[in-house]
């Protein structure tokens, strides 16, 4: 099975020269490989640098080798709500993937599991693939149960062959890189959470074989291992996305494995 790289750039770059620049060298990494990128490679921008990343992405080997995705989606198709991106408006942008209930959203900018599953219903309504982040704010006490009640929430009234079309990003708040008191995960220990959820998966929704990422301050150093173990689907990638150098790092080491 393929591996994922999910390129979440959150609140950056500046400028569309940078997001540009940023393009370039994936680009020119792309370009010197012998054979075609075999992980599947998407790019989430902030919205206002969607047209000029689709732009992007239809040329040279990003072409074939590079998706489109969004950080975020209303909860309706169509109406009076100021400052929302609907689905209709990301498919005819030429979206393929949505993000969702990022640990972003839900711990700072307060959206709950309700508000979530709501995004997730939209994301599947307009025929894209969510990538639903799930993680629990911190390791101790009964975290486990925290997480699967999460997941439950999320999901809560999605079919078991939508929740086949998701990609799943288990992110743990208490090792993301923007957290204070932030402590690194191990894929060891990350796949341990990983096998939880698709355990959970399995005997609640009957579900299968469901693709599950990491997601906590993946990095050029880190990104081998969690690449090359066995069960980690791939990697969502936030801060060092939108450092080149250290992007096409991440890349290498998705080759690595393979």
Avoid at 69 to 86: F, H, P, V
Avoid at 93 to 104: C, D, K, T, W
Avoid at 146 to 161: N, Y
Avoid at 234 to 241: K, N, Q
Wanted: charged content about 25%.
């Amino acid at each position: 099975m393929k591996k994922f790289i999910i390129a979440n750039w959150k609140m950056l770059p500046q400028t569309a020269v940078q997001a540009r620049e940023i393009l370039a060298r994936t680009d020119e990494f792309l370009g010197g490989l012998q054979e075609r990128f075999e992980p599947s490679l998407v790019f989430c921008p902030p919205f206002v640098f969607l047209d000029e990343v689709a732009t992007a992405l239809g040329q040279s080997h990003l072409l074939h080798d590079a998706e489109l995705g969004a950080q975020d989606i209303a909860t309706r198709d169509e109406g009076a709500l100021t400052g929302e991106i609907s689905g209709p408006q990301l498919a005819v942008s030429g979206v393929r993937y949505v993000i969702v209930g990022h640990s972003e959203r839900r711990w700072t900018l307060g959206e709950d599991d309700a508000t979530v599953n709501a995004k997730l219903t939209a994301v599947l309504r307009n025929d894209l693939v969510p990538i639903v982040c799930l993680g629990e704010r911190e390791r101790s006490g009964a975290w486990e149960e925290i997480l699967r009640a999460q997941a439950r929430a999320t999901f809560h009234d999605v079919a078991p062959v939508d929740i086949a079309r998701c990609l799943i990003a288990y992110e743990p708040v208490w090792a993301i890189s923007t957290n204070p008191d932030a402590r690194p995960d191990t894929p060891e220990s990350a796949l341990k959470s990983i096998e939880l959820l698709r355990s959970f998966f399995a005997e609640e929704f009957a579900t299968a074989d469901v693709r599950v990422l990491y997601g906590g301050s993946v990095n050029p150093d880190n990104a081998v291992a969690f690449l090359g173990t066995k069960g980690i689907d791939g990697v969502l990638v936030g801060g060092a996305s939108v450092r080149p150098d250290d992007f096409v790092q991440i890349l290498q080491a998705a080759i690595a494995p393979l």
